[in-house]
Structures are given as structure tokens and as C-alpha cells.
């Protein structure tokens, strides 16, 4: 996904370790020195997808602006915003971590209204110490099942995350899989 980097230092390194599970779901650990990318509306046009970044943001601080908003975010913050419409990473400060998954809008079998909803607040509330944030990133994180069967979970559990954002009650993970793992991290 094509950014324009806005500035970063002098001495700049960056590492992206990057996982595709099927051709709507990939998981990607990025860290970098200080940097600021922009995500340009002419860049953000030619998009090829409907997807959207929910990101962990997993050491140092920043904001993330876009939708005319910005929210800061710190160890623990989760942000989700989607990669065909404009953005801007202020990721400035150093040692920056990020753990984002990228996923099809369309594959999670939300509703379009809550989708937007969620991208128009940029942060989730609560961000990693909600137990939906939790199960998604450490499921995410670990090496886990086939590509096939993670690909799945990781929709589920993403989806959860985001429903659960909404207060409606107790999002339970609709696959065996997610069922399993939110049982297994409820128990650690």
C-alpha cells in the first residue's frame, strides 16, 4: 500500500515483518525510527480495495489523524481507518511499534453504518485493555492454525473487536476457532 513518507530522521531504519493469510486478511509488526507517512487522496484513489487498518499501537506515541479528527496514541491505543480514503500517521516520536491488521470491509459481514462509525472515531475505546481488542491481537500474533482457518478466525475476531466497540452487549466470536481462543485468553 503506497504511502508518501512526509519526514522522517536523518538516520532513519524501519523493518515490516508481513503476513498474508488470503488475498482480504494479512497481519504486518511494524517498527520504525521517527517518521510521519501520508496516505495521499490521489494515492488513496487508486486503491485497489476496501480495506481497512486496525492498528495496535505497541510502543512509544503519535496521532493519527483523519476524517477531519485526530486521536493520540500511545502503548496499548487501537485505530482502525481505511486504506482508500486519506490519512496521515504522525508517528514522530522514536522507537515507534505498530502491529496493524489489514482486512476487506466487505469480508467482515459488518454493517456499512458501523464500519464508518468506527473509522469516523479513529480510536477504539478502550484499545487493548478490552478483552475484543486482546483476543484479536494476540490471535494475530501467534503462528497459529493454517492460513485458511486463521484467515477466518482473524474476520471473526476483528469483527467482534469492532461490534463489541458498540456496547451492544457481549460480541461473542462466531467461529470455533475464536470461540476457542477468547476461552483461552479469558483463562490466562
Not at 495521499?40 to 499501537?57: C, E, F, G, K, Y
Not at 483476543?135 to 503462528?143: I, R, V
Not at 452487549?169 to 483461552?184: C, E, I, Y
Request: charged share 20%; net charge neutral; hydrophobic share 35%.
Amino acid at each position: 500500500m503506497p504511502l508518501r513518507c512526509a519526514r522522517f530522521e536523518k538516520n532513519f531504519t524501519g523493518r515490516m515483518e508481513h503476513r498474508s493469510f488470503d488475498d482480504r486478511i494479512s497481519v504486518s509488526l511494524v517498527t520504525t525510527g521517527e517518521t510521519s507517512a501520508d496516505r495521499t487522496a490521489r494515492l488513496a484513489n487508486n486503491a485497489a480495495s476496501d480495506d481497512i487498518h486496525v492498528s495496535l499501537q505497541r510502543s512509544s506515541h503519535g496521532t493519527v489523524p483523519g476524517n477531519g479528527s485526530a486521536t493520540a496514541v500511545r502503548p496499548g491505543s487501537v485505530s482502525i481507518y481505511a486504506t482508500d480514503r486519506p490519512y496521515y500517521l504522525d508517528y514522530s516520536p522514536p522507537d515507534q511499534q505498530q502491529f496493524f491488521v489489514q482486512v476487506s470491509r466487505a469480508s467482515l459481514g459488518l454493517l456499512a453504518a458501523m464500519l464508518e462509525d468506527a473509522m469516523r472515531r479513529l480510536a477504539l475505546p478502550d484499545g487493548l485493555q478490552a478483552p475484543a481488542a486482546r483476543n484479536l491481537f494476540t490471535y494475530a500474533e501467534e503462528p497459529g492454525a493454517s492460513s485458511h482457518e486463521a484467515a477466518a478466525v482473524l474476520r471473526d475476531l476483528t469483527s467482534v473487536m469492532i461490534r463489541s466497540s458498540f456496547q451492544e452487549g457481549r460480541a461473542l466470536p462466531r467461529t470455533a476457532g475464536g470461540l476457542r481462543h477468547a476461552v483461552q485468553e479469558y483463562l490466562r
